[in-house]
């Protein structure tokens, strides 16, 4: 490696460095925060499967994520979700596709005590070129607990979403974040 490639590569190096220490540094705080027994974090991560259906709504689409099942950092059970596609805001995803601001709610536990309610919020873009009623999307949103039940009644927390919808309307939905309670 030449002097030149290695003067254009340090401020990256250093960068990284910085960057990798504050996220350290806040990891910390944050374990020293929840230290104190009142309000234990823990990471929360999510799969979940689900169909979606959609009908016309003012303003766009409203999407019902149906028959939905999942797993993870908070076990395993069925889930549902209604979301809002605002087609009246949509842009183009650079590929000759769409995309749209979405937000609704997801509710891990529908039907048992232990419910979770999020709520989401981001855009949901199709993937490629074509009709999107026979194109796949990609959702990612951001997600905030509004609220829990049972064991999650005092719960809080936040964190990014993914959603990936295929053709056949099969949604596989990933949750990665913190949930306090």
Known sequence: M???????LLP???????????LLAMSAG????????????????????????????????????????????????????????????AFPNGEGGVCAPVSG????????????????????????????TTTSFTGLARFVVQYGTGTYARASGSGVAVFAEDVADHDRMTLIGRLRR
């Open 105 to 132: 709610q997801v509710v891990l536990g529908a039907g048992s005590p232990n419910r979770l309610v999020l709520t989401v919020a981001g855009d949901s873009c199709q993937d490629g070129a074509g009709n999107p």
């Open 12 to 22: 990256s190096a250093r960068t990284v460095c910085i960057t990798a220490l504050t």
């Open 30 to 89: 944050a374990a020293s925060a929840s230290a104190d027994g009142k309000h234990a974090t823990e990471r929360l991560v999510v799969r979940g499967d689900a169909l979606v259906k959609d009908a016309p709504c003012p303003g766009g689409l409203c999407l019902e994520l149906a028959g939905g099942a999942f797993r993870g950092t908070t076990g395993s059970g069925a889930y549902t979700g209604s979301m809002q596609l605002r087609l009246a805001d």
């Open 2 to 8: 030449n002097r030149s490639t290695l003067r254009r």
